[in-house]
């Protein structure tokens, strides 16, 4: 009975915010969904399981796993925001928006981060976790999102480009600007939907982990 109501629930509130999504005419199995505080050690999971190359292109560089475990409790911390792709209870994709100082003159601005673990990159997540962060950044008041990275990250240079990102070279990163939509009361009500719908999922999530393997999705 637990297993058909958490379905059913599923079902009614994720069309709004979360539904699964389509790429390249692959239908996904996860859904998207706001992190919360409580999850901070399925964010550091999350990234202790990124591949070097793929944690080199998160951060840069070179980060060592206690930094990542640092950079886990900024990611959930109320200056941030945060979205979180799960397949089967596990999160697998991150999606993080920090605002930026506020500098006179300049717009309202707020950097944009992705990270996705290898088996499920090339499958329009990151694309998907964009369009959920643009609008957190609206209802934010964010006019500006940048993604900052290596020139040499072919996956985040074509998401920049898929949403209509200004391109630039900074020193030796690459920085991709586009503007975000002014807030709407149906923007708002979207978010608001998806925080019913994140605390609902999170506690789904929490009990597909707890299941065997074999019974997870069902």
Known sequence: MTDSVSTSVKEDLAPAVAAPHEHAGERLEGHIRKLVPAERQLVVDHLLRLDPLSRFMRFGGVVSDAALTRHATRVVSSEASALGYFVEGELR?????????????????????????RPWQGKGIGSALMRHLVLLAQNRGIEELQVVFLPNNGPMKNLAIHHAAELS??????IGRMRAPRATLFSQTREFLGDVFAIFS?????????????????
Do not use: W, Y
């Not at 994709?93 to 673990?117: D, Q």
């Not at 070279?169 to 690459?174: A, Y």
């Open 93 to 117: 994709a991150v999606a993080e928006l920090h605002p930026l100082t506020r500098r006179p003159g300049k717009p309202v601005a707020a950097e944009a981060a992705f990270s996705v673990e």
């Open 169 to 174: 070279l900074d020193d030796e990163e690459m």
């Open 202 to 218: 999170s506690a789904f999530d929490l009990q597909e982990r707890l299941l065997p393997p074999t019974m997870r999705g069902n």
